[in-house]
């Protein structure tokens, strides 16, 4: 049986979870010719491979989808990027002093001390967007606040945001999406120039530290130089330069765009704040950031009654698992009350959990905290498409335009 699922076709991206529901119950795990894994569909079947580390690794799980060609591999190869497995695609014996050291570095009272600039950041945008009669919410906040979060926590100089952020959006199109042969060693130059630019700066904060979570990564390789070595540094830094922003934004987008449309939702945060904590784990369970996640098999097996020779790639489709009624009573309601949308796989589970979770749930917590109170009466422009940047793996909603009142 074969499933023409469309990966990046906007029809699929503005509204994926009628397909997903049709795999999970037809195929809950099969062989996808057009991505070339086997896919995984079903919440059980997910959490055991996110769990079972030693027949499901997360090698690979970094690496483009569809790799790239000769030519711009040869770049990425060729001009002095020490990548190596570090966090999400590593496993052991690698991957338990890099996540000790993040989680070390990010320490509760880091992100507390955070938290008063950012919140006093995120008013003046709001403010912003309060006085404008139509925002893009995309723009003028889901976009600049984790840029300033994220790069920030790394203590990247704010003059250096825009730059970086472009380099991360052209990086998430050549490893996720199907960019023309054309374009991919122009974005591979660019992949280069941002880990070049990522090895600088943590030379320099080597030399001159400060304030930050580079500065602590490094204090942290000075006392553990064999566990942590300057390398892995600039590999961890690397990646949080970019999962760091890049995916808040996707979560901030898609929470806003579904809670606005679902006015009901809207009201009730408005009328009673201390939903939102809430609102923000239902949020990222009824459209999350994160569609999907990779593993690779290390010895045969079987899922969900599929035989799996050993080297099988597979995405586990966590937009699926979320939405899965056999652990979410009326998955497709978004229901800011709903006492287990703690249960999400948005951010993985197990010893791959994202650390930069309290991070990104501290963003969606003030934006919502913020809007509520200062734009009660926010509402989505009718009629607007809702366009998604075409990749896999991830929901990048590029625009949402709403008004104030």
């Not at 997903?20 to 119950?25: E, K, T, V």
């Not at 800011?336 to 990104?360: I, M, Q, Y």
Request: net charge negative; hydrophobic share 40%.
């Amino acid at each position: 049986m074969t499933h023409d699922v469309g990966w990046l076709e906007q029809d699929f991206l503005v509204d994926p979870y009628p397909k997903l529901a049709a795999l999970r119950d037809e195929a809950p795990v099969h062989f996808d010719e057009e991505l070339g894994y086997y896919i995984v569909t079903r919440y059980a079947d997910i959490e055991r491979c996110l769990t079972d580390r030693t027949t499901f690794l997360a090698q690979g799980a970094s690496s483009p989808v569809w790799p790239p060609i000769a030519d711009a591999q040869r770049v990425l190869t060729e001009h002095g990027a020490k990548r190596v497995p570090t966090l999400n695609n590593a496993d052991p014996p690698r991957h338990g002093p890099m996540r000790k050291a993040v989680f070390t570095c990010m320490s509760r009272a880091r992100l507390a001390a955070l938290e008063p600039e950012l919140r006093d950041y995120a008013a003046d945008l709001v403010a912003a967007i309060v006085d404008k009669p139509v925002s893009d919410l995309i723009t003028d906040l889901a976009f600049p606040l984790p840029g300033r979060a994220g790069l920030g926590l790394l203590g990247i100089p704010v003059e250096d945001f825009d730059q970086i952020k472009a380099w991360s959006a052209r990086r998430v199109l050549l490893t996720y999406g199907h960019l023309p042969d054309d374009e991919q060693v122009p974005v591979a130059k660019n992949v280069i120039a941002f880990w070049q630019y990522i090895e600088e700066y943590v030379a320099r904060r080597d030399t001159d530290r400060g304030d930050d979570f580079t500065s602590d990564l490094l204090r942290y390789h000075g006392e553990r130089p064999d566990e942590v070595t300057i390398d892995d540094v600039v590999n961890i830094v690397f990646a949080m330069a970019l999962a760091g922003h890049d995916s808040t934004t996707n979560a901030m987008g898609s929470m806003l765009r579904h809670v606005l449309a679902h006015q009901d939702q809207w009201r009730a945060l408005v009328d009673d704040p201390s939903l939102i904590l809430n609102a923000v784990e239902e949020a990222l369970r009824f459209d999350g950031p994160v569609s999907g996640h990779r593993r690779t098999v290390a010895c045969d097996t079987e899922l969900g009654g599929v035989p799996l020779a050993a080297g099988s790639k597979l995405v586990l489709l966590f937009a699926s698992a979320d939405r899965d009624p056999a652990h979410f009573p009326e998955p497709d309601r978004l229901d800011v009350t709903r006492e287990n949308a703690v249960d999400h796989l948005s951010f993985g589970k197990g010893v791959h959990f994202c650390l930069g979770a309290p991070l990104a749930r501290m963003e969606m917590r003030i934006a919502l905290e913020l809007l509520t109170e200062h734009a009660p009466g926010m509402h989505l422009v009718d009629e607007q498409a809702f366009p998604y940047t075409p990749i896999t793996m991830f929901r990048s909603l590029e625009h949402l335009f709403a008004s104030p009142r």
